[in-house]
């Protein structure tokens, strides 16, 4: 049996019916050890969502990125994830239509984006997996 859609497929469909809960977060003033520490402790967690004291959305952060500062011990300890390269913005919005969201992310090929609300504030992540799923029509040939 094919699986179903789990909204109406179609360009109006927003990231708002797509996007999903995402709890791992960090503070943008977290060293680069206590992040590596972080992935360790929970080695199912793909990528950290990455926050500012504000509680603004400043990117998302993988375990790859931060392979070329592990291997320098003595720099992790005293390095900040927000000075690390990571993805950055700019972020999906709610009302943004998914087929929009669904072909920038194929454009920029990530494969997660977070959603912010319009004072930066993160709601949620949006996946390519979530996108597929939602509707076979959005789905890059």
Request: net charge neutral.
């Amino acid at each position: 049996m094919a699986s179903q859609p789990l909204a109406p497929a179609g360009p109006r469909l927003t990231v708002a019916d797509a996007m999903e809960p995402y709890e791992h977060q960090i503070a943008d003033d977290t060293t680069i050890d206590q992040v590596n520490d972080l992935f360790d402790d929970h080695p199912g967690v793909p990528y950290l969502l990455v926050r500012d004291a504000a509680g603004r959305c400043e990117g998302l952060v993988t375990r790859s990125a931060l392979l070329v500062f592990l291997a320098r011990s003595w720099y992790t300890q005293h390095t900040f994830i927000r000075d690390v390269t990571h993805q950055r913005g700019p972020f999906a919005r709610p009302a943004m239509k998914l087929e929009f969201a669904a072909e920038a992310m194929r454009l920029k090929r990530l494969r997660v984006w977070p959603v912010v609300d319009y004072d930066g504030l993160l709601l949620g992540v949006l996946t390519t997996r979530r996108v597929n799923a939602m509707s076979p029509v959005l789905q890059p040939s």
